[in-house]
Structure formats: C-alpha cells, structure tokens
C-alpha cells in the first residue's frame, strides 16, 4: 500500500467531514462510516489511522478549536486600541458567533456529564481562564474602562457563573433571567461587561449550544 504522502492534509479532511455531521446530525447520530460516505475516498484504516474512535475525533475537534480561540485571547491582550472592557466584550462576540465553535461546544458537552470532566473543567476555568480574564480586567482597571476593587474574584465569577450557572439553565426560559442577575452583579462589581448586545449574543450562544437539551425539554 502506498505512504500517505500528506497525512496532515488526510486528518484535516476527515476533521473537517467530522465536523459537517457532527453540525447537521449530531455527534450521537454520526458514524465513522458516515465520516467515510462523506469523505467518498477514505478507507477506514485511513480514520483508524489518525484517530482510535468517533470520540477521539470529537476530542481533536475540541481541542482544534479552543486551540484557536486561546491563539485569539492571547492576541486580544495585546491589542491597544481597544479597553480592557471592550476586549472582554469581543471574546464573548467571537464565542457565541462563531457556528462552529457553537457546534463544537454543543457535542463535547455531552461529557460533561462524566464527573471526572466535569471536576477537571471546572478546575481550568477558575485557574487558567479566569486567570486570563483577570489580567483582561486589570487593562480595564489601568484604562479606566473597569473600576472593580476586586479583579480576581470578578474574573472567577465571570468566569464560572458565565459558563456553568447561565451555560446551564436547565430550560431555555430560565437562561436570560439568570444572565441579566449575573449582568447586575458583576455590574455592581465594575465591570459592566454584559450589556444589552452581550446579553442577546450571549441567549443566543448559550442556545445553540443547549439546543438538543432545550428541544428535549420543551
């Protein structure tokens, strides 16, 4: 059998098929033979080759894409021509526009459902991203965009309450009433970041991702 003379390109392929099903069918209704119809050329020796199952690809999905959006945060911390303020404002833009980082976070969350994951995500946001969000919301301090005393427990509730409290309201009713809460409390702190835009970009995120567990619940 011949070498792949361009593996990188191989694996990109088959992410990027994975990806259009996981969006259209969901990652529980995607098979690897459906990756292969997709791809139309693949054997499956091929998939096999780069990734040991369905649950590895979604794995490289996710870590493809937050891969890229921690290459966009750590760019944004450098930026001087916007507020520390408008930064934070621009990571939530780009975290609930962006389709397919959406569907990427829609398939993974199933695994959080795996207490192990979850007690490991939870650690990372409240170290490694709320650390990053602190060191965002001292450049508002610093600016005059932000006026929090309190930067490192403003970026760990920012962070938290954001991504789990409002990330899971257990129906799609409850998600704006727990996000204007979280818009005052944090606005109460300084750090007015959710305003009206971020509030409806944000229902809408937090949507997308919930989809199947909304429509399940009515």
Aim: proline content about 3%.
């Amino acid at each position: 059998m011949a070498r792949n003379a361009h593996p990188e390109a191989t694996r990109r392929r088959i992410l990027e098929a994975a990806q259009r099903l996981f969006a259209e069918r969901g990652y529980a209704n995607t098979t690897i033979q459906d990756i292969l119809d997709e791809l139309g050329d693949l054997s499956k020796g091929a998939i096999y080759h780069h990734f040991s199952n369905k649950e590895a690809i979604l794995e490289a999905l996710t870590e493809d894409d937050w891969n890229a959006h921690w290459k966009m945060a750590n760019e944004m911390l450098d930026r001087t021509d916007i507020t520390g303020l408008e930064k934070l404002r621009e990571l939530i833009r780009a975290s609930t526009t962006d389709d397919a980082h959406l569907a990427t976070n829609r398939e993974s969350a199933q695994f959080l459902e795996d207490p192990t994951t979850l007690a490991h995500n939870l650690e990372w946001w409240q170290t490694t991203i709320a650390e990053w969000i602190e060191r965002i919301i001292r450049q508002g301090v610093e600016d005059g965009s932000i006026t929090t005393e309190y930067p490192h427990e403003a970026a760990v509730l920012f962070s938290l309450l954001l991504n789990y409290w409002v990330g899971d309201a257990p129906s799609a009713d409850q998600v704006e009433p727990r996000l204007r809460c979280v818009a005052t409390m944090l606005a109460a702190l300084g750090l007015p970041v959710l305003d009206e835009e971020m509030i409806r970009l944000t229902i809408h995120g937090v949507g997308e991702i919930n989809r199947p567990r909304f429509e399940q619940h009515g």
